[in-house]
């Protein structure tokens, strides 16, 4: 499975793609030549549905006190620290319990040890669970009402299930693509499918 991978091309008006967001690790410079080699080079596999976000040839295996998961599939490009997104589901697996976060919001995140080809890396914090989000333009949030980090629901709606998503983060920038991001838990619960469209909603 595709880290980011949009499930959606055509939708209608108001309506925000979903994008299901597989386990992956963003790293830093510092790390992933540490996992991988001083000779490696962090290599564009697949683009991603944002702009300049791409998923490398790289993989890495993620060990806790419980169990491993392999392949875990690396981002790029670096980022200042390392974080590792994985699902509540990943990290029974692990044996781990980190905390719902937004991207790049790591103090007291769960520590997670990171192994690559080259070396072993023990993370004392850096594992978290994404929290849900909306990526959007300044247009698009304009239209929606919305501004950048403001909290919102949105509706998942098909044939099989209804659910709300709640406390999902509204995020605002130039380089986002109207995408709304959840996780393989998310998606599962809420039966997702190709042509997937959320509706969003206020809070309260
Ligand atoms: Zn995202």
Redesign the pocket.
């Known amino acids: 499975m595709t880290n980011?991978q949009t499930l959606v091309s055509n939708s209608v008006a108001g309506a925000i793609p979903i994008a299901v967001?597989a386990r992956h690790c963003h790293v830093s410079e510092e790390d992933f030549f540490h996992l991988f080699g001083a000779n490696a080079q962090l290599k564009v596999w697949k683009e991603l549905s944002?702009p300049g976000q791409f998923a490398a040839e790289q993989v890495i295996t993620i060990k806790g006190p419980r169990g491993q998961i392999d392949k875990v599939r690396v981002l790029g490009p670096f980022r200042q620290d390392t974080q590792i997104e994985i699902s509540q589901t990943d990290a029974i697996k692990l044996g781990v319990s980190p905390p719902i976060r937004m991207s790049g919001d790591l103090e007291n995140s769960s520590p997670i040890t990171l192994i690559g080809t080259h070396g072993i890396l023990h993370k004392e914090n850096g594992l978290i669970i994404a929290q849900a989000?909306i990526?959007m333009s300044e247009t698009e949030a304009a239209s929606f009402n919305v501004a950048d980090q403001d909290i919102v629901k949105v509706e998942i709606t098909n044939e099989v299930r209804q659910i709300q998503i709640m406390n999902v983060v509204v995020r605002v920038s130039p380089n986002y693509r109207l995408e709304m991001?959840i996780d393989t838990d998310e998606a599962n619960a809420a039966s997702i499918t190709t042509n997937q469209t959320g509706k969003l909603m206020k809070m309260g």
């Open positions: 980011h967001s944002q989000h990526h991001h």
